[in-house]
């Protein structure tokens, strides 16, 4: 269970501050690119990332006026006894969901490994982030979780950020899954882009296939290869030739790269 983020100051900061001056329009909603664990209580924030407009050039996020209502109109005389006017009332906001799931799609393919999308930010006021319906932001995440799901985990929480101009402040809340949820958490900054480390590995392996024209291409391949994650995770890992340890802490900044060992196979025939 997720109970503090922790963005990286200098990279995050610098997006508000660059947001806030360009003039953005007044509701934006993006991609939180960090990392998730099941194992930390703990979620990092790496950076994040706009929804870019849609197709048509419509915004993925955006304002809709509060409907009017009989118990906010104004009284007929306009005296001082008649309710608020609706006007009155903060605009609320709306997504173009399927957008912000394909922009997921697109970016978590480029993703270098250890990042993935783990959450959405949303940039608005306070008033229209608060007259927002709970359900309608879980949905939002949902849609994206979805889009983006994490192979081999069952974990189920993600991310929603707030960054509010009126007044400026930051909000961070927990979306469970199951539920749809929403709990608030600790929000705070440090250092973290300049703590990570590049480890290259390349895998190879080769496979046939016997394909099913009524079968999809891509569940076919799914199927092929999945016994290649086991043993993935049963493999030694070698980093710049040194056998990895439990314990082991690495701190050269260089580039390290990263060769598995592989159990021997017991299912091979005798004589190979």
Not at 71 to 90: E, N, R
Not at 155 to 179: G, K, N, Q, T, V
Request: aromatic fraction near 8%; charged fraction near 20%; glycine fraction near 8%.
């Amino acid at each position: 269970m997720v109970k503090a983020v922790v963005a990286d100051e200098a990279r995050i900061k610098a997006f508000e501050d660059g947001v806030a001056s360009s003039g953005a329009p007044r509701a934006q909603v993006g991609l939180v690119v960090g990392k998730l664990s099941a194992s930390s209580d703990r979620a990092l924030v790496y950076s994040l990332l706009p929804t870019p407009p849609t197709d048509a050039g419509e915004p993925a996020c955006s304002l809709r006026a509060a409907a009017p209502s009989a118990g906010k109109a104004k009284s007929k005389g306009g005296g001082k006894g008649g309710a608020t006017s609706s006007s009155d009332a903060p605009p609320t906001l709306q997504f173009d969901v399927d957008w912000v799931a394909e922009h997921a799609r697109q970016v978590s393919r480029m993703l270098l490994g250890g990042m993935s999308v783990i959450g959405i930010y949303v940039w608005a006021s306070e008033g229209s982030f608060k007259a927002t319906s709970p359900a309608v932001l879980s949905q939002v995440i949902r849609v994206v979780s979805q889009a983006v799901p994490w192979y081999g985990s069952d974990f189920d929480e993600r991310l929603l950020i707030h960054l509010s101009y009126s007044p400026r402040r930051w909000a961070c809340r927990i979306c469970e899954m199951a539920s749809g949820s929403l709990r608030p958490c600790d929000f705070k900054f440090s250092k973290l882009l300049t703590s990570l480390q590049t480890f290259r590995c390349t895998y190879n392996f080769e496979t046939r296939l016997n394909v099913v024209q009524a079968e999809p291409f891509k569940k076919v391949m799914s199927k092929a290869i999945s016994h290649l994650t086991k043993e993935v995770q049963n493999a030694k890992a070698l980093i710049d030739g040194v056998l990895f340890l439990d314990g082991m802490t690495i701190t050269s900044e260089s580039s390290h790269k990263v060769d598995f060992l592989l159990p021997f196979k017991t299912n091979l025939p005798v004589g190979v």
